[in-house]
C-alpha cells in the first residue's frame, strides 16, 4: 500500500471520526451535568440535518436554513428536559435514561410523519472539486466538519475553564445537592446542557448532510456511533471525547484498509470492548476515587 | 402539583406516540365500491417504516389505486375487492406477525412483502396455511429456493446481474471492482456476480462491502481504487448508493459506475446530485416508458398506470409501485379466471396458470417450475443524464 493511499484512509478515518466526536461532545455534556446519559442524543443529530433541509427548502439561504436548524434542535433540547425529563428529576438515573429512550422514539416518529419516510439533502457549504493533499484527496466539505469540530471543542473548553457557567456546570457534575447549597440554580444548568447538546448533535447532523443526505432513522446509527466514541475517550471530558471520536473513525478506516470492510464495525467494538474491560473510565478519563 | 404536572407530561408523551401507535393496526380499502356481494378479501404486508418505508409507500399506494379502480368497475366476477394492509416496519419478526394476523382474519392471498428478508419470514406460515404470497422483493432466493405457493414480480438478481455484467462487458470493461451491502439484497447480488461473471469474460479484481446505514465509503473506494479497475459495479439499495456515487467523485475516481434496480429511484439522483451523471442502471422499463415501444400493448397498460398514479399522487410512480402494480394485477387476473369458488389452493392454481399477463414490470408467463415468469427482454439500462433517467446509447 502506498503512502498516498494509507492517508487517503487516514483522511476517511478523521472525517467519521469528526462527526462522532460531535455527537460524543453531546454526549459528555449531558453526563457531565445530569450523570445520566442521554439516549435521544442521536435524534439531535437527525433533527439538525432534517430542520435544516426543511428551512433550505422554503427557499431561505443556507447559512440562514442551517442555523436556523440548530438553533430549532437547542429549542426541542430544552423543550424535551422541560417537558419529558425534569418531572422526574428525583427518580434516580435509571428511570431519567429510560425516559430518554422513550423521548428518542416519540422525536424519530415525530420525524418520520413530518417529514415522510425518503432522504433528504442539502448543496456543499463551499462547492468545487476536492483538493489535493500530498497524493490524496479533501473534499472540501470535510474541511468544514474539521472546523466545526474544532470550534466547538475550543468554545467548549473555553465555557468550562473560564467562564462562571463553566464552573455551575462543573460543580453540578460534583454533587447536584452541593452545588444548590451554593447558590448554584442547578435546574438552569441541566435545562441550558440538554440545549448545548442538542445544538452540538444538529451541528454534526447538519455538517454531514450535504455528504451523506440524511433521513428520518439516521438518529439511531449516529447515537450509537457517538456514544461509543464518548465511552472510548472517557465520559465527561471534551477533550477525551473528541479524542475518542478520532480513535474510533480511524480504527473502523484502518480495518477496512488491513483486514475487511465487512468486519469493521465487529473490529472497532471489540476494541471498545477491550479498553472497557482494562480502563472502565475510557482511555483519557480520570478515575473517579470515592471518599466512603 | 409535583403529581399533576407528570400527569400532563405523561399525556403529551401519550399523545406524541399516537399516530405511531397506531401504525401497527390494519386498515382497510375498497369496501365502499359499486360492486356487491362478499368481497374477495386479501392481505398485503408492506413496509411502511424502517429502511424500506421509501419502497413501501409507494407500493400501498399503488395497490389502494388498483383496488378503487377495480371496484369502481363492478369487481371482480360481480364482488368487490378488500385489502387488508399490515405495516412490517422493515423488519422479519414483525412480516411474520403481521401474516399470522392476516391469515387469522382469513384472506384468500398475500401480497408482500416489500423487502426479501421480510417476504423469507412470511413464507412458512403461509405455506402451512396454505395461501399463496406474491413478493415485491427483487432477491432471487424468494424464487430460486422455489415453494409452490411463493410468486414474485421483480427481476430478480439473477436475471438483471448477469444483464448487467453482459453490458459492461460489451463496452470493453473486463476488470471490474464490486461494493455491495450486507444486507439482504446486496448480499444474494454479490453471491451472483462473483458466480456469473466468467460467462461474459469478466473479472473481478475488487470486492469489497459496507453495512447498510454506514456513512462513508471512501475506504472501500480507496481499496478498489487501488486495483485499478475498468468499471465499478455497485449493488446496493437506499441511501448509501448516493453516498458511494459521492465518494468516487471526492477521490477523483474516472471509472464509470454501474447499478441495479435497487437505485432506481429519484432519492438518488437527488442525493447523488452531480456525481450521480453518468451512472448506468439496469432496471425495468416503466422509468422511460417509450423503451415499451409505443402504441404496444405493455406501452398501454404501462402509461395509463403512469397517467393514474400521477393523478392520485401528484409524482410519477417508480419501480416499485410498479411491482405493487404487478402484484395486484396478477391476483386480480387469477381471479377473474377462477370458476366456481375462490379458495386459496384454487388462486394459486390460477396465479401458475397465469400465460402472457401485461403489466408494468414485464410480459408475466408463470409455470409449474417458474414463479418469477420475466426475463432479461424486461430489463433496460439506462444512464443519469440532466437530472433525470435516459435510455442507454
Known sequence: MGSAELLQYVIAGLKSGAIYALVALGFTLVYGSTGVINFAQGEFFMLGGMLSVFFYQMDLPLPVAGAAGVACTALIGVAFERIALRPRRDSGPLVLIIITIGGSMVLKSLARHAFGPNEATLPEFTAGPSLDFAGAAIERQTLWVWGLTLVAVLALTWLYRKTRFGRSMQACSLSHDAARLMGIDTARVVMVSFGLAAALGALAGLAVTPLTQTSWDVGAGAGLKGFAAAILGGLGNPVAAVAGGLLLGLLESLSIAFVSSTYKDAISLVVLLLVLFFRPQGLFGRARKEKV | ?393
Open chain 2, 1 to 393: 402539583m409535583r403529581l399533576t404536572r407528570s400527569l400532563v407530561a405523561l399525556a403529551v408523551l401519550a399523545a406524541l406516540a399516537l399516530p405511531t401507535g397506531c401504525a401497527g393496526a390494519s386498515d382497510t380499502d375498497g369496501t365502499d365500491g359499486a360492486a356487491g356481494g362478499e368481497p374477495y378479501l386479501i392481505g398485503a404486508v408492506v413496509s411502511l417504516t424502517g429502511t424500506y418505508a421509501g419502497l413501501g409507500v409507494p407500493e400501498k399506494q399503488a395497490i389502494e389505486l388498483e383496488v378503487a379502480r377495480v371496484n369502481e368497475g363492478g369487481g371482480i366476477n360481480g364482488r368487490p375487492v378488500e385489502v387488508l394492509f399490515e405495516d412490517d416496519a422493515t423488519d422479519a419478526a414483525k412480516a411474520q406477525a403481521a401474516t399470522v394476523r392476516l391469515i387469522e382474519e382469513g384472506v384468500i392471498a398475500v401480497i408482500g412483502a416489500t423487502g426479501t428478508g421480510q417476504t423469507m419470514a412470511m413464507r412458512t406460515d403461509l405455506e402451512r396455511a396454505g395461501i399463496p404470497q406474491i413478493s415485491m422483493a427483487g432477491g432471487s432466493v424468494v424464487t430460486a429456493e422455489f415453494s409452490e405457493w411463493v410468486f414474485q414480480t421483480p427481476w430478480p438478481n439473477r436475471v438483471v446481474v448477469p444483464f448487467v455484467l453482459d453490458r459492461m462487458a460489451e463496452a470493453g470493461y473486463t476488470e471490474i471492482g464490486i461494493i455491495s451491502d450486507t444486507g439482504g439484497y446486496g448480499v444474494d447480488g454479490r453471491d451472483i456476480i462473483l458466480a456469473s461473471a466468467a460467462t461474459p469474460g469478466v473479472t473481478i479484481v475488487a470486492d469489497e462491502a459496507f453495512n447498510p446505514g454506514d456513512t462513508d465509503m471512501t475506504g472501500q473506494l480507496t481499496g478498489i481504487r487501488g486495483a485499478n479497475p475498468d468499471a465499478i459495479l455497485m449493488w446496493a439499495a437506499g441511501k448509501e448508493a448516493a453516498i458511494i456515487a459521492k465518494n468516487m467523485r471526492q477521490l477523483n475516481m474516472e471509472q464509470p459506475l454501474f447499478g441495479g434496480p435497487g437505485i432506481a429511484r429519484a432519492e438518488f439522483i437527488e442525493g447523488a446530485g452531480d456525481a450521480g451523471e453518468g451512472v448506468k442502471l439496469a432496471a425495468g422499463k416503466i422509468l422511460v416508458p417509450d423503451s415499451y415501444g409505443e402504441g404496444t400493448e405493455p406501452y398501454t397498460v404501462a402509461s395509463s398506470f403512469i397517467e393514474r398514479y400521477t393523478e392520485a399522487y401528484g409524482t410519477a410512480p417508480d419501480i416499485f409501485a410498479g411491482h405493487a402494480y404487478d402484484a395486484f394485477g396478477l391476483l386480480a387476473d387469477a381471479l377473474g379466471r377462477i370458476e366456481g369458488e375462490a379458495t386459496p389452493e384454487a388462486v394459486r392454481d390460477a396465479l401458475e396458470a397465469t400465460t402472457g399477463w401485461v403489466g408494468v414490470g414485464g410480459t408475466f408467463s408463470y409455470a409449474p417450475d417458474d414463479h418469477n415468469g420475466l426475463s432479461a427482454d424486461d430489463i433496460v439500462l439506462y444512464v443519469i443524464d440532466d437530472g433525470t433517467w435516459r435510455l442507454d446509447q
